[in-house]
């Protein structure tokens, strides 16, 4: 009797926009005439602009369908604004290489934060960037000065496109005072593998209980390619981490939380555990948030029902909803027993 077999899972591919927007000044830059030549060299629909602000008027009948064409449009520019925003928990600063992602996360900040402009933007002037960087490393010294590259998009998944990520390690490598972290739901590292990095660089990856990914995270890479990502990573030598984000409470969370701990042990090599970090987020969600939501994924399975959550206040006189605090402990030692479960030696950097 013959068994029929699954095929194997087409690998996620790398993303290839729909349409390229230049800004003024971009193609002055070695890096915007590089990405232009890869654009040309696609056929891909290319236009100037005079500004990135007014690019409004996407494709579609639906402000849905709106929303899905703005997701896969690339805009070319320079990064003017140099003062580095704060990163707190994660580092001191976040280094700007990019805005906005092709991941379509139903429960992403970037929602709301990037508002109107969910595109996606790149910045080619690289070498301002760095060079603001350099002065916060130095007003700092001798203390050490991180910088998070993944605050305002996930700059794996444009690697490709734009390089930026392996200047900025390489930049970093040589810094005594200075060290970067990003974070990724992509698996195209390979680029990466080469760079000089000095163990200056920690390489994290996101990942989640398979309710999560499966429901909530489209467009990105499967669990599987992320980890297999992540044993490319440790093995050239970089320290890696994992952003458990965000923790759901679902029904078997516990299973699936021990189920995605558990796979994880088995599939990394014995390079990844030896500097291993671990960094837990719970869901949470703001009013904003939940209508923009909704709007934009109106089949969600998200739970965002307030009155089962604590309203927690943050800066700036905005709040929002996390888990009531029997929830959130019961997640937070849940989790914490099942790292060091599989993972002694690993260290857990905060929990929020």
Not at 125 to 142: G, S
Not at 190 to 206: E, M, Q, V, Y
Not at 320 to 340: C, G, H, M, N, S
Request: charged share 25%; hydrophobic share 35%; proline share 6%.
């Amino acid at each position: 009797m013959s068994v029929l077999l699954s095929p194997p899972p087409r690998e996620t591919k790398a993303f290839i926009p729909d349409l390229v927007y230049f800004e003024p000044n971009a193609l002055n830059y070695d890096k915007g005439k590089r990405i232009y030549e890869w654009a040309k060299s696609l056929e891909l629909p290319i236009h100037m602009t005079t500004s990135h602000n007014r690019i409004t008027n996407f494709p579609g009948d639906t402000e849905l369908q709106k929303y899905k064409n703005a997701k896969r449009t690339l805009v070319v520019g320079i990064r003017k604004t140099l003062k580095f925003e704060t990163s707190k928990p994660s580092a001191e600063y976040a280094i700007p290489i990019s805005t906005g992602c092709m991941g379509h996360c139903h429960y992403c900040y970037l929602q709301t934060t990037l508002g109107a402009k969910p595109y996606i933007r790149v910045y080619v002037n690289t070498d301002d960037i760095l060079e603001a960087a350099q002065k916060y490393i130095d007003e700092r010294i001798p203390e050490l000065t991180r910088f998070e590259a993944a605050c305002t998009s996930d700059p794996v998944g444009i690697e490709h496109i734009t390089g930026s990520l392996k200047e900025l390690i390489e930049f970093m490598a040589d810094q005594p005072c200075g060290r970067l972290r990003f974070v990724t739901k992509f698996h195209h590292v390979d680029s990466l593998l080469d760079a000089k990095h000095n163990g200056h660089t920690r390489f994290r990856f996101s990942v989640n209980a398979d309710y999560v990914i499966r429901n909530f995270e489209p467009a990105t890479s499967r669990f599987e390619e992320r980890i297999a990502a992540a044993g490319k990573v440790a093995k050239a030598g970089y320290p890696l981490g994992f952003i458990i984000a965000p923790i759901i409470w679902h029904e078997g969370w516990e299973e699936g939380y021990t189920d995605l701990l558990s796979k994880l042990a088995q599939a990394l090599p014995n390079e990844a555990t030896n500097d291993l970090t671990f960094e837990l987020i719970q869901h949470r969600f703001t009013k904003t948030a939940k209508r923009v939501i909704e709007a934009r994924y109106p089949k969600t399975k998200l739970e965002m029902d307030e009155a089962k959550r604590k309203y927690k206040w943050g800066k700036y006189g905005q709040g929002k909803y996390v888990y009531p605090d029997e929830q959130a402990q019961a997640l937070r030692e849940f989790i914490t027993e099942r790292i060091f479960e599989h993972f002694p030696s690993a260290r857990i950097e905060y929990f929020t």
